[in-house]
């Protein structure tokens, strides 16, 4: 099982609303990754999640917030969004993040949550 | 900055025609891995690549791990219209522990 399932699939809300998107994995992967994706571009990353703990932040507005419940769940909170925001948004799991030790180190996408933000 | 330089951009081949892309860059890299992202879904990965002068195949695609650790290629052969799609390189440095992405290279197949 290579699977990273995110929910919903599609998601529109306003600029006032709050959300969340939903991910996980069953893998036992212990690194977990949110990327935003604009069409025609490659994948940017936002967070990565290691060991459960806040590990990396790219500069991401506070109107983002991660959270990792547990090692195989990992949620995106949405507050307050603009509409520049609106994206593909795709999670990942890796067996660790980077690694001194992982050399056959592979990153595993689910299939995504396209936002729009009206 | 840290930069892959994927080309083509973009491809329109016949279908049965073989296809080239590849990705550069002036640093090394530990591990190359490549993607195939259909419209509104995530990238699936394709074939992964640990060793310099590694070769790896995956039914028609067969990639490779350049010898200088900086570059890496992806050949399709025999394409067939399930192809279609964008094709990503990225590189992972394991200091860095995050993938870089290349641009992507959009392939179209004409039946």
Known sequence: DTEVTQTPKHLVMGMTNKKSLKCEQHMGHRAMYWYKQKAKKPPELMFVYSYEKLSIN?????????????SSLLNLHL??????D?????CASSQIQGALSATNEKL??????????? | G????????????QE??????????????????WYKQDPGEGPVLLIALYKAGELTSNGRLTAQFGITRKDSFLNISASIP????IYFCAGLRRSQGNLIFGKGTKLSVKP
Do not use: K
């Open chain 1, 58 to 70: 790219e500069s991401v507005p506070s109107r983002f917030s991660p959270e990792c419940p547990n």
């Open chain 1, 86 to 90: 609106s994206a593909l948004y795709l």
């Open chain 1, 108 to 118: 595993f996408f689910g299939s995504g949550t396209q936002l729009s933000v009206l």
């Open chain 2, 82 to 85: 399930s192809d279609v799609g």
């Open chain 2, 16 to 33: 049965g025609e073989d296809v080239s892309m590849n990705c550069t860059s002036s640093s090394i890299f530990n591990t190359w891995l």
């Open chain 1, 79 to 84: 507050h307050a969004l603009q509409p520049e």
């Open chain 2, 2 to 13: 840290q930069q892959l330089n994927q080309s083509p951009q973009s491809m329109f081949i």
